[in-house]
């Protein structure tokens, strides 16, 4: 059974910041790629960031939008993915998904592309909120 749970949403000021928690039970984390999304009212869900983990090392991409405000880094013994956003604005206000595509797929997170139906596996979202 794979589950996928995101966590650490909020309500924060505009500049202040939050670490975002997904765990991917039932799936190896040195064989699996993983992506953060978001979706704000009215809009389409987006790519945040995206992580490929396999037996070659794991490489990452950020959406220009949060580049040098957000950073991923995981706790692979405890299969665990974090989001470290600094520096939030109120654009930054939606609700937060974490996806996995089930097996290492390089082109489900590449040069920013994260093609969603590649993501198999979904969170039920955790609402961050940013005051300005």
């Known amino acids: 059974q794979v589950q996928v749970v995101e966590s650490g949403g909020g309500l924060v000021q505009a500049g202040g910041s939050l670490r975002l928690s997904c765990t991917a039970s039932g799936l190896h984390f040195d064989d699996v790629t993983l992506g953060w999304f978001r979706q704000a009212p009215g809009k389409e869900r987006e790519g945040v960031s995206c992580i490929s983990i396999s037996w070659r090392g794991s490489r990452a991409y950020y959406a220009e939008s949060v580049k040098g405000r957000f950073t991923m880094f995981r706790d692979n013994a405890e299969n665990t993915l974090y989001l470290q956003m600094n520096s939030l604005q109120p654009e930054d206000t939606a609700m937060y998904y974490c996806?996995?595509?089930?097996?290492?797929?390089?082109?489900?997170?590449?040069?920013?592309?994260?093609?969603?139906?590649?993501?198999?596996?979904w969170g039920q979202g955790t609402q961050v909120t940013v005051s300005s």
């Open positions: 996806a996995a595509t089930g097996r290492y797929d390089d082109e489900a997170c590449s040069s920013g592309r994260t093609p969603q139906f590649k993501y198999v596996y």
